[in-house]
Structures are given as C-alpha cells and as structure tokens.
C-alpha cells in the first residue's frame, strides 16, 4: 500500500503563490506516476496536474497551465504543485493521488488512479 499526506495549504489573496507538497510512503516503488485533482465545493473533483516517477513527463489542466507548476523528488518520494497567479477560481480541497499504472490517455481521470491522500484546503481570496 501507498500512503499519500498532502500539505501547505492555506488562505491566500488573488494574485499571491502557493506551494503544495505531497509525501508518500509504503510501497511508493509501485506507484510510477503522481497527479494532483481539486475539488471545490458543489462541484466535482477535476484534474490539476500529473508526473511520471520516471523522465518527469507533465500534464496540467488548461485551466492551471502557464500558472502551476508540479514536479518531484524522487529520492524523497515526494511531489510538489508550486501555484501562481491564484485566482478565487482556485479555491478548493486539493489531493494527491498516486497511479500504478499511466496511460497518456487517461492521465486526467481519477480512475486512473489508485492511492489518495486525504486533501488540503487552499483558499483564494479576492
């Protein structure tokens, strides 16, 4: 099993960064990709950003891109979501997700991943 704890979120104005970090452990040798969703409240969970363990091949939402960033420290087992530019669109309970398996087809659905952590809640203000 995979263990997942995502940390630092928090409140922040319009416009201001925010740095997500997300540790695993178990048997973090079976995940070989990571990915970040949000859900904000009365909507559904969407997908934010995705890294492959191996080569650290991205994928962002249109709606993120150019703004966050993710990226990995394989010796630490740990992923990160620098976000910039936050708008109040932003705000919602972020989570991390760990996938045995990566299809590039299917890096933007939840189904494709197998272990989550228990979320973290980044609010924007405006």
């Known amino acids: 099993q995979i263990q997942l704890v995502e940390s630092g979120g928090g409140l922040v104005q319009a416009g201001g960064s925010l740095g997500l970090s997300c540790a695993a452990s178990?048997?973090?040798?079976?995940?070989?990709?990571m990915g970040w969703f949000r859900q904000a409240p009365g909507k559904e969970r969407e997908f934010v950003a995705a890294i492959t363990w191996i080569g650290g091949s991205t994928k962002y939402a249109d709606s993120v891109k150019g703004r966050f960033t993710i990226s990995r420290d394989s010796a630490k087992n740990t992923v990160y979501l620098q976000m910039n530019t936050l708008k109040p669109e932003d705000t919602a309970i972020y989570y991390c997700?760990?996938?045995?398996?990566?299809?590039?087809?299917?890096?933007?659905?939840?189904?494709?991943?197998?272990?989550w952590g228990q979320g973290t809640q980044v609010t924007v203000s405006s």
């Open positions: 178990g048997r973090t040798f079976s995940s070989v990709a």
């Open positions: 997700a760990a996938a045995r398996q990566y299809r590039h087809t299917y890096y933007y659905l939840q189904e494709m991943y197998d272990y």
